[in-house]
């Protein structure tokens, strides 16, 4: 039978099949993966896989794990657990949104760089979830409204929301109907809250953004999916604090900032990095106003957090 997996928690998984049922799988053996990457967990949330029914019984809902199916997209980060070593948050998607905040606790626009830089190099697309609208005062709607501007120029959809009002949650809904959409975002921008609305009955627990750090407590461990009630799935990813750039290296990152695609053929060396080069198109676009320079800060920031050895 052909399931899908829902949920991991190390050696055990839960799979459902296109029937809709459930059951608690476990890896028999060794698989086989069609993939070039070695990872922490063989099998992630999203994975398609092909189970069979353990021990002949009809009742028992449990099944070993036969095969994996190639995925048409993953995403990585380092592992929790092992130095240099790869985790696979999530595999088969077809979009991503990146729940932010302009206040409490505010999203720094590095952080969505890094988010947007990652999912680029997946091929994943990416929704700029903006939340807590309902607390914006005149002058974070304004923040709100330059960053809009800054991403959708680029191409990014940009949308807010409310999961204390509701606000935009219909918008954020059709986004999501008849897909499967991985959802992340730093600590304490209400992730949690916007779930509990797109899964009433679900609850999810959420925490108060905790004391005078302004930044949340964790309160989410595994990446998970659910079946949204009109169509499509949603995948709730632990709070992750940051997704490595794990798989990119020096010379390839410009091309995960889609703004700075139409320049790098006419930058003066091929393997320009766009910093001290001379006759470099990517700075004379930044010296113009073409390209955001905060966006060029996070480029150089991403770019120096790249390992040398992985140039
Ligand atoms: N004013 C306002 N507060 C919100 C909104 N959404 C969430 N919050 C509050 O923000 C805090 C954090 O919300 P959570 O939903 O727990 O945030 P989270 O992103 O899931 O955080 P973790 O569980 O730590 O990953 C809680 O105090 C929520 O009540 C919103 O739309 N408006
Ligand atoms: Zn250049």
Redesign the pocket.
């Known amino acids: 039978m052909q399931a899908t997996i829902y949920r991991s928690t190390g050696s055990w998984y839960t799979a459902k099949t296109t029937e809709g049922e459930v059951f608690q799988a476990r890896i028999k053996g060794v698989l086989k993966i069609d993939e070039d990457i070695t990872s922490t967990n063989p099998i992630a949330v999203g994975d398609v896989v092909e189970i069979v029914r353990e021990g002949g019984d009809a009742t028992a809902n449990n099944a070993m794990i036969t095969e994996i199916s190639k995925r048409h997209n993953y995403i990585v980060r380092s592992s929790p657990h092992k130095k240099n070593q790869k985790h696979i948050v999530a595999a088969n998607m077809d979009q991503a949104m990146l729940?932010c905040t302009v206040k409490?606790p505010r999203t720094s626009n590095g952080f969505m760089d890094r988010f947007l830089v990652t999912a680029a190099a997946y091929h994943i697309p990416v929704i700029l979830v903006f939340?807590?609208?309902?607390?914006y005062k005149e002058k974070d709607l304004d923040k709100f409204a330059e960053l809009q501007a800054l991403y959708e120029d680029i191409g990014y959809k940009v949308l807010l929301?409310?999961?204390?009002?509701t606000d935009g949650i219909d918008l954020l809904k059709a986004e999501m109907k008849d897909k499967t959409t991985l959802m992340s975002?730093?600590?304490?921008?209400?992730?949690?809250?916007?779930?509990?609305r797109l899964l009433p009955g679900l609850d999810?627990?959420?925490?108060?953004?905790s004391g005078w750090s302004g930044k949340?407590?964790?309160?989410?461990t595994y990446a998970e999916m659910y079946d949204l009630p009109d169509g499509g799935k949603l995948i709730d990813t632990?709070?992750v604090r940051e997704f490595g750039i794990v798989d990119i290296t020096k010379p390839e990152l410009s091309h995960y900032f889609l703004e700075m695609q139409p320049y790098l053929q006419e930058c003066q060396f091929n393997n320009c990095l766009h910093i001290n080069e001379p006759g470099c198109a990517v700075k004379a676009a930044v010296n113009e106003g073409e390209i955001d320079v905060e966006r060029y800060v996070s480029y150089a920031s991403i770019l120096e957090s790249i390992q040398e050895d992985q140039y």
């Open positions: 729940i409490e939340n807590k609208k309902d607390i929301v409310s999961a204390e009002t975002g730093h600590s304490g921008v209400g992730k949690s809250s916007l779930i509990n999810l627990r959420t925490t108060a953004v949340g407590l964790h309160t989410t632990p709070g």
